[in-house]
């Protein structure tokens, strides 16, 4: 096992992946890769993992200044292929009983062309001229000021890649950050989608139903801005621990592809589930690492 800190920055080579683990004060394995999720899922084993939680990179939200990040693609046809390249690694190494709950939220078209300036409102932003920015319809003969539908877009690649779409919950995101528009509503909701790779699954209902909760709308606050000194945009420990409550068994194998600053992992660590990280950021890794070793 490495130190966090032993990694020479300088000599890390292109497409090399870097690796942490250790146990838990409980005894429970976690692990964590940093590098390209496809190129770390494709050396894991099929069918060891209960239960994937993520968040990808949303489409030309944020830079994360890493090369070779998923996210700013020039069409949205090739976002969703990298997404989907990934997931498709992701459904060979879960089992055939688990299940993936996969947030992702939209983007609109801008076509408003190069912006002045730097954007005040998040320094993690492409400056510049992204995708969305530039005229031309992003090639899908999109209108200036309409939403792409990228998390329906991904979705529906996935169902034609096999995986069962088996429900579309609504992530109510109480308290977020309200967009400064004035000529639409604002925003306040993001999808998660709950997949599976057989009609045949583990699922327990019980804590939606207990919770007195509504099964498929869920009202969770939105995590602060940036909470811990790295910005990932990450998302709240109580929707990974709803998700896990009923998707994942006491003692399942948890993933996931794009840990960002290890929410996934910490809840499941958290809960006595081993838990696996990826992440093409060094810096996020390091990060995830060292809260890891304090559970
Ligand atoms: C939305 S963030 C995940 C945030 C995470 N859920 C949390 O709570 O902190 C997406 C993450 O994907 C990572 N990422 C982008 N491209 C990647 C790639 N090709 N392989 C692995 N990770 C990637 C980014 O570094 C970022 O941390």
């Known amino acids: 096992m490495s130190s966090v800190f032993d990694a020479n920055e300088q000599q890390v080579e292109k497409n090399q992946i870097i690796n942490w ?3 838990t004060k409980s005894g429970i394995l976690w692990q964590v890769y940093c590098g390209d999720s496809f190129e770390v899922l494709r050396r894991l084993p099929d069918e060891s993992v209960n239960c994937v939680v993520t968040s990808p990179p949303y489409y030309c939200l944020r830079d994360y200044k890493v090369e070779g990040q998923i996210g700013l693609e020039d069409s949205v ?9 990934v997931m498709d690694e992701v459904r060979r190494v879960l089992r055939s009983d688990g299940t993936l709950f996969f947030n ?5 078209y801008s076509g408003k062309g190069q912006s002045q300036g730097n954007d005040r409102k998040s320094n993690k932003r492409r400056f510049g001229l992204r995708a969305v920015d530039k005229s031309g319809g992003l090639g899908i003969g999109l209108q200036r000021k309409s939403i792409i539908g990228v998390p329906w877009r991904v979705a529906i ?11 579309p919950i609504i992530w109510h995101r109480e308290k977020c950050l309200p967009e400064s528009v004035l000529d639409r509503p604002r925003r306040s909701y993001e999808y998660i989608f709950m997949f599976v790779k057989s009609r045949k699954y ?8 207990d919770q007195k909760v509504e099964e498929d709308l869920w009202t969770i ?4 801005k940036v ?4 910005d990932t945009a990450p998302y709240p420990d109580e929707l990974v621990q709803r998700c896990l409550d009923i998707g994942c068994p006491e003692g399942g194998v948890v993933l996931d592809p794009f840990a960002g600053s290890g929410t996934t992992l910490r809840v499941a660590l958290n809960s006595n589930r081993p838990a696996i990280g990826i ?3 060094r810096e996020f890794c390091k990060f995830m690492v060292k809260e890891i070793r304090g559970i």
């Open 21 to 23: 683990d250790g146990f």
């Open 77 to 85: 046809e090739d976002y969703v292929e990298a997404i989907c390249k």
């Open 104 to 108: 992702l939220g939209d983007t609109y």
């Open 157 to 167: 690649e996935m169902a034609s890649r096999d995986w069962v779409l088996r429900s």
């Open 202 to 209: 583990y699922f327990n209902r019980e804590p939606l139903v």
């Open 221 to 224: 606050q939105a995590r602060p």
């Open 227 to 230: 909470t811990n000194g790295i």
């Open 279 to 281: 992440d093409l950021s």
